[in-house]
């Protein structure tokens, strides 16, 4: 009996644990970031507005995201009678949940990572590619014509611009020859891939935008058309895990950003006195930069028309992308430089 | 292996379950979303194969964007689903009898295929070796050498059906106005601008 | 296994096709004005020029597969091919005056010819299920497409719906069948399968496939039971659509039916005769008695084409060397007679519009006679009446039934051509004796003048010198059976 459990426990149980406090080891920090990330904003913003943003909720205003969330915490959740129910409550549930299970493959540090699978890069690309769920079940279960003018439009979006996410991807993978996330760092060992690949650099940026649905292709919830598109209806604690959702997939972006083009967790130039510095510290920093840029586009640019982001989308990214593809195999074909 | 043959059996469970929900949702939309349930299983059966390409690629293409483009349309829809349910009744013993036939040919296939042990032999070995390469490799390799002709010829469908459905819908509306970037960005203001001197009192 | 130069050699005509058909498509999108007749004009060229390949592409050893064994070339496929080609040319050809007169010629219609052409010609090349699977897949995509385009005209939306519902039910019978022989030969190249069935016996749950394969592959031939969509499709479809889909199409699923029943199911051939004959009596019937009471010209030739597939079936059914050239010529015969028929129901136009009915030809006689007297021709000699061509064709398939025991088969065929040369010849009654209606449109225009005036030299003297055709096609059946 006892060595059965002993089985047991060596077999499954201690496994299962150890997986589960990973699991906490990366969903507790990140919770962390979504709430500074959003101080973060606001302060950015601020200053790139002359304003001072929040400073009143503890020193500098740092307990401000903490205040936020207890207040959404305590408010009633509002169902509106004519949703759909259930549904209507596991939208924001889906865009929490899948904006937490992309990180499982996301490498921290070489070997460090949750799930070091063979096709890490797709798994991303097909968790990224669910997100629009959770926008257009909320857009269509909450009855209401600006939520669900909010889903059509975020659907249109995401399905579009996907697109040339995924030839840049197939651009990058080329150049690595595997699918699996910790090879596409190893592979920027020599060079990171902004430098050959700079204009994809660009369009997967833009396309990030567009794909977490961020000024200026924030058009899902554009208030001034839409009073704040899908999630209009919402309110309290599935509110806020639309909230969390959205700024956990922009770290998601920024994260998939540094792997594949900023070189992950490597330190540039693979300097002895610059690989000191602890590979998770490169990678939060190089995430850190993106979503500066997250940030600093917000600020800066006005709102796309819905046909001018369509047109961006297919005409010109689209073609793009794919003629950068066939160049990138030319090229590595002709090099020789085509990995094994 | 037992979990393996757990998890197995509460995918195809709930993939089958989800089948019967699609269409036996009263809500289209429901249907949709019971179909990417089904798709969802459908993947993870293909997990525990070891075919975590096929996988992957089944969330991406058909979760990712084909029953996003059907959800899409499903909800724009305006249909009376009563009505529509009636036809449902109506054909049920024609449906179902077809699709017994089916099953049952079905079993006798099984059956005979179980009993003759001549086929086993003759299938062929699958291609490449899998544990040399991995699965995504090991698809690429087939796909551009050996299978070739039809991987070509697939894409020659597709252009069609695109060809087709552009043929079919698109209209070009007289009258629309349509924004030309180039034109825009290239105008000066010298083209459009004219400056004057207003003479006081004077007027133009 | 890496790509040679030879693969790519044998599959020219359709590479060529493929990459001028792309072509094309991205020379109508950038063309502004003329991009229709344009199109047209070098569609016509490509097809032709596509024929000459075809036609000169030939093996050393009389047989060659590429890719792998999936493409074959030989002999049959050539002279398939051949048809093929000068059925869709014609078609293409003299569909140009109509579409312009009714205001919807667009570019794309020839370029979709074309992409239909490539996926006969895929089929007809076809060795193994897959790849036959994906040349019917581009030939049907582009028919389904072709019918309904008339977009603003209810009746050919209708009939591509209807022609893409029920095709893709076709397609599915045909796949399932498909699997079924996969699951039990464990191959999928017509050779391996032949080579196993032949060495040992064929299990039962094979025979199911085969009849699945069958009822998949009948539905495209328009053979009863499978017929449902022909003539709805016919009628609603523009008529020079409907001219394309009862040449071309057929003689490429003619062309892959025979491969598919004495290539890889050759040695299977007690299995799948019952079935061939069932089919071919089944059209025989369906097609003469049908036809009757229709009053729609192009209604009435789709029960005729039902019909003629019933005929050339029969060659099939007999499963012998002569039955298959019989069924070969036949369809050479069949091109010529529905070409010219076609022709002339193209040119039916009364003030400038488009007019279908049977009793629109009343009194053709009188008012335009060289028209009447084509029309009649071509009656004749669909009717089989000595010494037009349509005779011999049947003449050849009912000398291979009987000779090869078939008597009933041959005894059906002659009597429901007996009854079919009623409503044939009913046509040649209201033309000469039924009082004159309004007065068809003239000139038809040159193009339309020459198909007709060959379709009728071709049908009129073929006894004359048959030796080409006849040696051509017992040739090309005699690869069949080496």
Known sequence: MASLFLELWQAYLWPLILIILKIVAIVVPLLVAVAYLTYAERKVIAAMQMRKGPNVVGPFGLLQPIADGFKLFLKETILPTASNKVVYLIAPMLTFFLALVAWAVIPFDEGIVLADINVGVLYLFAISSLGVYGIIMAGWASNSKYAFLGGLRSAAQMVSYEVSIGFVLISILLTVGSLNLS????????????????????????????????????????????????????????????FLGEYANMILMSAMTSILFLGGWLPPFNLAMLAWIPGPIWFALKIAFV??????????????????????????????SLAWLVITAGVLQFTG???? | MIIQGLVFYLFAALAIAGGVLVISAKNPVHSVLWLIVVFFNAAGLFLLQGAEFLAMVLVVVYVGAVAVLFLFV????????????????????????????????????????????????????????????????????????????LFQASGVVLLIAMIGSILLTLRHRPGTRHQNISRQVDRHPKDTLEIRKVPSGGGI | ????????????????????????????????????????????????????????????????TSFGGLFLVDDFTRFAKVLVLVATAFTLAISRTWMEKEEIARFEYPVLV??????????????????LYLGLETQSLALYVMAA?????????????????????????????????YGFVGATNFETIAKALASHHAPQGLIIGLAFLV??????????????????????????????FAIGPKIAAFALLVRVLTGPFGPMVEAWQQLVVFLAAASMIVGAFAAIGQTNIKRLMAYSSIGHAGYALVGLAVGNREGISGLLLYLAIYLAMNLGTFGIILAMRVKGRAVEGISDLAGLARTSPMMALMLAVFMFSMAGIPPLAGFFGKLYVFLAAVNAGHIILALIGVLSSAVAAYYYLRIVKVMYFDEPAEALDRPIGPTLAVVLAGSLVFIVFFFLVPSPLVGGAEHAASVLFH
């Open chain 3, 215 to 244: 009822a998949g592959l009948a539905f495209k031939v328009a053979a009863v039971p499978f017929h449902m969509w022909t003539p709805d499709v016919y009628e609603g479809a523009p008529t020079p659509v409907t001219a394309f």
């Open chain 1, 291 to 320: 979503l500066f840029i997250f940030l600093w586009v917000r600020a800066t640019f006005p709102r796309y028309r819905y046909d001018q982001l369509m047109r961006l989308g297919w005409k010109v990214f689209l073609p793009f």
């Open chain 2, 74 to 149: 499903v909800m724009m829809l305006d249909i009376n689903f009563v009505q529509l349910r009636q036809g449902f009744l109506h054909y049920l013993p024609s449906g179902a009898l077809v699709g017994i036939v089916l099953l049952v040919e079905l079993a006798v296939v099984l059956v005979g295929w179980a009993v003759s042990g001549e086929a086993p032999k003759s299938l062929a070995a699958p291609a490449p070796e899998l544990a040399k390469m991995t699965n995504t490799e090991a698809l690429g390799h087939i796909l551009y050498t050996q299978y070739l002709y």
């Open chain 3, 114 to 131: 074309l992409f239909a052409t490539l996926g006969m010609l895929m089929m007809i090349s076809a060795n193994d299920l897959m790849a």
């Open chain 3, 149 to 181: 385009y008339h977009r603003d005209n209810a009746r050919s939306t209708e009939s591509g719906l209807k022609y893409f519902v029920l095709g893709a039910l076709a397609s599915g019978l045909l796949l399932y069948g498909a699997s079924l022989v």
């Open chain 1, 183 to 242: 090879d596409v760092v190893m592979a920027q060992k020599k060079m990171w891939f902004i430098l050959p690949h700079l204009p994809l650099f660009f369009i997967f940026l833009i396309s990030g935008l567009a794909e977490t649905n961020r000024s200026p292709f924030d058009l899902p919830e554009a208030e001034a058309e839409l009073v704040a598109g899908y999630n209009v209806e919402y309110s309290a604690m599935p509110f806020a895990l639309f």
């Open chain 1, 337 to 340: 430089l085509v990995p094994k």
């Open chain 3, 1 to 64: 296994m890496s790509l040679a130069m030879s693969d790519l050699t044998l599959a020219l005509p359709e590479l060529f096709l493929a990459g001028a058909a792309m072509l094309l498509l991205m020379l109508g999108v950038f063309r502004k004005e003329d991009s229709a007749r344009v199109v047209l004009v070098l569609a016509l060229l490509v097809l032709t020029v596509t024929l000459v390949l075809a036609y000169g592409v030939t093996p050393k050893t009389g047989r060659a």
